[in-house]
């Protein structure tokens, strides 16, 4: 096991842009992800207010990553996919305490043996 070099981030679109939000993340430095199905549950007084639709079927993508990466991924998720466009996205992260599983790059490999 590692300790908390990482986070997870959350984010949680309407069905059918999971894959985008794993593309963004991977132009950021994201190795991969884990997408979920979800239904969406708000008042439409909340839809109102924010003046946005509402699609109960939502994707949330799971993607474990280095706090260094973090913030990149998190602002190009928002930037590509938040509120304002049609996958009105929300994203966030939390932090990790141990994480077990993950692979190495092969570059990071070899420069610990």
Do not use: W
């Not at 986070?7 to 884990?34: C, P, Q, Y």
């Not at 969406?40 to 260094?68: D, S, Y």
Request: proline share 2%; charged share 25%.
């Amino acid at each position: 096991m590692t300790t908390n070099n990482h986070e997870v981030i959350f984010a949680i679109v309407n069905s059918g842009f999971a894959e985008e939000v794993m593309d963004v993340a991977r132009e950021n430095g994201a190795r991969g992800g884990t997408i979920l199905s979800a239904r969406g549950l708000a008042r439409e007084e909340a839809a109102a207010f924010f003046g946005i639709t509402l699609h109960a079927e939502k994707e949330i993508v799971m993607i474990v990553v280095e706090k260094g990466i973090r913030d990149d991924i998190l602002n190009a998720i928002y930037k590509q996919m938040g509120m304002g466009k049609k996958a009105q996205g929300i994203a966030f992260s939390l932090p990790v305490s141990d994480v077990a599983g993950l692979v190495k790059e092969p570059e990071q490999k070899e420069a610990e043996e």
